[in-house]
């Protein structure tokens, strides 16, 4: 669906990262966990291509609006890389911005009741509040977060606030444990030996380590990945990723935008 949408608010998390809360239609409010949305970061022709963005939160309000009626609200999460998040970074409440969504395959929320290990790096982090939010209502929770520096580490308040066991590392040390998430993440599923579903989302050296842990201890896995994207239905291709081989060889190509952002870790190819 394509809507307009008007900021309710946009402010800084940590040094160069923003959370945009948007007002949004109601029929959003049945998207899943993991899909996104594509959004025109300007009213204007340049720049062309919308800018892909994960469901931070999702979810109704009434305080905002102030006349009482209830009101479907979208978050987004996102770094300010390059021209179009430069430019949302300037939006105040009040502006307008026209959206496509939502898009993609969602995660699948897996066995209730078993522990569910989400893992993020960085912004990576941003699909996975609305995940959390809804598998906490069944099953523990537990978020591994990396950064490079204390200012990558984001939202921690707000997933501890839903119930979630949180552990934090930065390259750095500067805040959590000093090293690899993907390390820290690793001792404790060899100290907790519990049936249990990993999560993750970030960078791809990251996804790469936690799909590599996921085989090594036959965990069930989904990783949610990013790619440069034109037009976020599977019409441009350009976001084309290598999937597994099929058995005589022949190559098998996934488009993030369609098929995904979601894989289960064994659909892709990791070398
Ligand atoms: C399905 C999906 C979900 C995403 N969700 C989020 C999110 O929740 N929060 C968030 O901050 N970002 C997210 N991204 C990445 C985000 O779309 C890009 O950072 C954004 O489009 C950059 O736009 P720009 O005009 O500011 O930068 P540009 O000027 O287009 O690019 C500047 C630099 O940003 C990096 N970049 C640009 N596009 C991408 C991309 N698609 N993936 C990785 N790096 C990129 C490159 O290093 C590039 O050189 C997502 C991407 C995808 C595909």
Redesign the pocket.
């Known amino acids: 669906m394509q809507f307009k949408s008007m900021v309710i608010s946009n402010t800084e998390a940590s040094p160069g990262y923003y959370r945009m809360r948007l007002t949004a239609p109601h029929g959003l409010s049945t998207s899943r966990p993991g899909q996104?949305v594509m959004v025109k970061?300007r009213d204007a022709i340049d720049?062309l291509l919308r800018?892909?963005?994960?469901i931070?939160d999702l979810g109704s309000s009434v305080a905002e609006f102030g006349d009482g009626s209830e009101q479907t609200y979208l978050e987004?999460?996102?770094?300010?890389?390059?021209?179009?998040?430069?430019m949302l970074a300037t939006l105040h409440h009040g502006d307008h911005l026209d959206i496509l969504g939502p898009l993609?395959k969602g995660f699948e929320q897996g066995t209730p009741t078993e522990e569910k290990i989400l893992v993020g790096g960085g912004?990576g982090l941003?699909?996975l509040y609305y995940l959390a939010k809804e598998l906490v209502k069944e099953s523990p929770v537990r978020l591994f977060i990396g950064g490079r520096t204390r200012e990558d580490i984001l939202c921690v308040t707000e997933f501890e606030r839903l119930g979630v066991e949180t552990y934090v590392a930065t390259d750095d040390g500067t805040l959590g444990v000093s090293g690899l998430v993907t390390e820290v993440m690793e001792r404790h599923l060899t100290e907790k030996n519990q049936a249990k579903t990993m999560f993750a989302c970030g960078p791809m050296p990251m996804l790469k380590a936690v799909a590599e842990i996921a085989r090594r201890n036959a965990i069930p896995c989904q990783v949610?990945?990013?790619?440069?994207?034109a037009c976020g239905m599977g019409a441009c291709l350009g976001?084309v990723v290598k999937g597994r081989e099929h058995e005589d060889y022949r190559p098998d190509y996934r488009c993030?935008?369609k098929d995904g952002?979601v894989f289960d870790f064994r659909e892709l190819q990791w070398i």
């Open positions: 996104f970061v720049p800018r892909p963005f994960g931070f987004i999460l996102y770094r300010v890389v390059g021209r179009g998040t430069v993609g912004v941003a699909p949610s990945l990013e790619a440069y994207m976001c993030v935008c952002p």
